[in-house]
């Protein structure tokens, strides 16, 4: 059984909203930060937004930051994103990764779901 599963995308037009979630089932990841990243073709997984484990810790990418909020309930990590742009149509990753210092690097996370498709329109 899948440990991380996004849900939640879709196809929006631009200035619309949309709420991702992410679902971390595997209790031995409690205690993991969360992570929100996208991918486009061809191009490298970039980091979107973070949230420690318990919640009170937040952080964004500057690409995003104003307009997408990251939130934590129980296991549940919440995307919320307004003001949807065409650059922001992407696949989006959820991870887990088990020291906050480490939000920013893709490559210290230890599991990821499958993804999301987000498509904003112009």
């Known amino acids: 059984q899948a440990q991380i599963v996004e849900s939640g995308g879709g196809l929006v037009q631009t200035g619309e909203s949309l709420t991702l979630s992410c679902e971390v089932s595997?209790?031995?990841?409690?205690?993991?930060?969360i992570g929100w990243y996208r991918q486009t073709p061809g191009n490298e997984r970039r980091f979107v937004a973070a949230i420690d484990d318990g919640g009170s810790l937040t952080f964004y990418a500057s690409s995003v930051e104003g307009r997408f909020t990251i939130s934590k309930t129980g296991s549940l990590v919440y995307l919320q994103m307004r003001g949807l742009k065409p650059e922001d149509t992407a696949v989006y990753y959820c991870g887990a990764t088990r020291l906050w210092r480490n939000v920013r690097l893709r490559s210290k996370y230890d599991s990821w779901g499958r993804g999301t498709d987000v498509n904003v329109s112009s």
């Open positions: 595997d209790p031995s990841l409690a205690s993991f930060s």
